[in-house]
C-alpha cells in the first residue's frame, strides 16, 4: 500500500509516526474520510474545505492549498491502483517536545490512506438496529477532532448490543450518532439537528439536503426529542461509509414494520442517482 506523507507518496512500511507527535500525544489534530466509488472520491472538495475548517478553528494553519491536496490524493488514488473504498487523511499539530501549550511554528504532518472497501448494501436493504446513549462529549462537535474517546465508548457499547450505532441525546434532545447523523420522518416530514456546535455537519447530510431541496422534498432543520425519535414513521442515519441507512429499531422499538421505510427509500435511491452520476467518467471508462 502506498500512504501520502507530508506530500510524498511513499510505502507504507516506511511511514513513521514520531513519538512526540502531538496527535499521538494529545489527539491534537483533525481528519477525514472520504468514499471512493470506481476511482472517482466523492464529494471530495466539500471533504477538504471541512478538513480546512476543522483545522482552522484549532489553530493549524496548512502551508498548501486546498486544490493542491486535492490533486496529491488523486494521485495516491491511483498509486494504488484504488477503485471502491476510503481514504483517510489526518493532520496533527506537528511534533514537539510534551507540552499542552504548542509554539505556533510547528509544522502540520498531514498522513493519507486508503481504506478498505466496505460492503454496506445488505445492511441498507435491511436497516440496521441503533441503541440510545447520552451524548457526553464537548461543546465543539462541529470541529472533525481526532479526539474520538466517547465517541468510541458509545460505538463500542452499541457494537457489543449487537447494533450498528448509538444515537446520542444531550439534555433529551437527539444530536447525531456516534459516526453519523440522525434524521426522523413524522407525517412525511423529515427532521434533522441544525449544523451547530452540537453535531459534527456530515457532508452526507448536506448532500441529502441538496437533494430535498432540488426534488422540492420537505425537511425541517429542528432539533427533536427522545418521545420524537421513538415515535417516528421512520428514522435513518447518514455518513460518508453508510450513505443513508435506514434504522429499523431504536433500543429494542421496531419502526415501519422493522423494514426500511418508503420515504427512507425514496432518499436511499435519490442518494445513489447522484452518487452515480457525480463518479460517472470513471464508470464509462471502465
Ligand atoms: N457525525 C459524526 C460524529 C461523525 O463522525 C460522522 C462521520 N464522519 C458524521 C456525523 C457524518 O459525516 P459525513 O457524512 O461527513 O461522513
Redesign the pocket.
Known amino acids: 500500500m502506498k500512504v501520502l506523507v507530508n506530500g510524498e507518496i511513499i510505502n507504507r512500511s516506511e511511514a513513521k509516526v514520531d513519538i512526540e507527535d502531538r496527535g499521538y500525544q494529545f489527539g491534537d489534530g483533525v481528519y477525514e ?1 472520504v468514499n471512493i466509488y470506481e476511482g472517482i472520491p466523492f464529494t471530495l472538495k466539500e ?1 477538504i474545505a ?1 478538513l480546512y475548517r476543522s483545522a482552522n478553528e484549532i489553530g493549524i494553519q496548512l502551508s498548501e492549498q486546498p486544490e493542491q491536496l486535492c490533486n496529491r490524493l488523486m494521485e495516491l488514488i491511483e498509486a494504488n491502483n484504488m477503485t471502491n473504498g476510503g481514504l483517510y487523511l489526518q493532520i496533527s499539530r506537528g511534533v514537539s517536545n510534551r507540552s499542552h501549550h504548542y509554539d505556533q511554528t510547528l509544522t502540520p504532518q498531514l498522513v493519507a490512506y486508503p481504506l478498505p472497501f466496505k460492503n454496506v448494501s445488505d445492511a441498507q436493504a435491511k436497516g440496521v438496529e441503533a441503541i440510545t446513549a447520552e451524548d457526553l462529549r464537548w461543546l465543539r ?1 462541529d470541529i ?1 477532532s481526532l479526539n474520538l474517546l466517547y ?1 468510541i465508548m458509545v460505538k463500542q457499547k452499541a457494537s457489543e448490543a449487537g447494533a450498528f450505532e448509538s444515537i446520542l441525546i444531550r439534555d433529551g434532545i437527539v444530536t ?6 440522525i434524521f426522523i420522518i413524522k407525517d412525511g416530514i423529515l427532521l434533522t439537528h441544525p449544523a451547530n456546535n452540537l ?2 455537519n ?4 448536506t448532500k441529502l439536503l441538496e437533494i430535498m431541496d432540488a426534488n422540492g422534498w420537505d425537511y425541517k432543520i429542528q432539533p427533536f426529542q427522545k418521545e420524537d425519535l421513538m415515535k417516528a414513521d421512520e428514522v435513518f442515519l ?4 453508510s450513505e443513508v441507512m435506514p434504522i429499523i429499531k431504536v433500543d429494542g422499538v421496531t419502526f415501519s414494520q422493522a423494514k426500511p421505510g418508503p420515504f427512507t427509500r425514496k432518499f436511499q435511491t435519490a442518494f445513489r442517482e447522484v452518487v452515480k452520476a457525480e463518479t460517472k467518467t470513471t464508470t464509462e471508462k471502465a
Open positions: 474520510v471533504h471541512r462537535c472533525k465517541n447525531e450518532g456516534s459516526s453519523s447523523n453535531i459534527l456530515g457532508i452526507t447530510r447518514t455518513s460518508t461509509t
